[in-house]
């Protein structure tokens, strides 16, 4: 099993920066890729950014330019920087991990419990 712990959120004024920080752990063989999901209330889950193991790096247009994903493959955790944070960021943020457990099974999809993110002045 993937745990996934986030940290970091909180209230930020807009224009304001905030750090968002993701570890891993438990029993797994590995974790291929990483990122960041948000949800605001009454909204579907989106994809905020993720980063693979080679680190490429994939970002929503609504996030770019703005927000930087990072990764430490051997701390197995995962940051989501935030800068120039608009009122419409305001909305739970998930660390996402997709790990295999095994060598011998498939890979499959693990979630943090959240970490709420509000923007306002």
């Known amino acids: 099993q993937v745990q996934l712990v986030e940290s970091g959120g909180g209230l930020v004024q807009p224009g304001g920066s905030l750090r968002l920080s993701c570890a891993a752990s438990g029993s797994f063989f590995s974790i291929s890729t990483m990122g960041w999901y948000r949800q605001a209330p009454g909204k579907q889950r989106e994809l905020v950014a993720t980063?693979?193991?080679?680190?490429?790096?994939n970002y929503a247009d609504s996030v770019k330019g703005r927000f930087t994903i990072s990764r430490n493959n051997v701390k197995n955790t995962v940051a989501l920087e935030m800068n120039s944070l608009k009122p419409e960021d305001t909305a739970v943020y998930y660390c996402?991990?997709?790990?295999?457990?095994?060598?011998?099974?498939?890979?499959?999809?693990?979630w943090g419990q959240g970490t709420q993110v509000t923007v306002s002045s």
């Open positions: 996402n991990a997709y790990s295999r457990l095994r060598v011998d099974v498939p890979g499959r999809d693990y």
């Open positions: 980063i693979t193991s080679g680190f490429p790096t």
